[in-house]
């Protein structure tokens, strides 16, 4: 979105000085000419000051399915705090200057890897993500019987939910800890039964340089049980403030 914006008002800007060349080289006193003018001179300047925020300072995100219920619902519409964690450098995914790295507990958007999508969505440039980071680097994650446990201790998660009755037992998929690892880091769980992950998973350690992601609605989230851990540089920002609707408006 940003990127278009920003294309947008680049094509304005060189019609704004195509208009303005040619209002001086054939003196044109047009008044509609001048009202066309002013509103394209308008335009590229607000389309480049849209991108530069968006990319750069806040976004606005609508939330896309109920993975995150009940702390967020689909249709809610957030502003998303894009330099607490680093501004981006455009054209890449690297990030400069964070205020301070994302901690658990953090309501992340997220670019979402590419073993979380479909070859279509991929294709369309993939789609962005909002998950509870509930570990970081180095954290042992477990979850038994729908309960998550960090570093062998059971996590105090009342925002979490648990919509479905059905607990699936634990899964025996491989032979050692090490290949369940492996397994897990490369993506592969997400072409197995969820059965067989959702309510028993782990344990696994988070790689360096990776947060575990997960939804607050645990039965119904597509997140990092699945998909894998999530590497630093795809975070975009931090959940800041539900604004709409105004009878949901909250600072997260």
Partial sequence: MEFKLFIAGLLFFVLAMIMLRTKKKRKIESKVFATIYSWVDTAWTALLAASFIMFFIIQAFKIPSGSMKNTFIEGDHLFVNKFIYGFHIPLSLNRVAPLRQVQRGDIVVFKAPDTALSSAEIAEGGKDFIKRCVAIAGDKVEVKNKLLFVNDEIVDEPYSIHSDSNLYPKAYLFETQEEYQRAWEMGIFAGIPGALIRDNFGPVIVPEGHYMMMGDNRDFSLDSR???????????????????????????
């Fill in 226 to 252: 699945f998909w894998g851990p999530l590497a630093d540089k795809y975070v975009k920002g931090k959940a800041l403030l539900r604004y709409w609707p105004i009878t949901r408006i909250k600072i997260i």
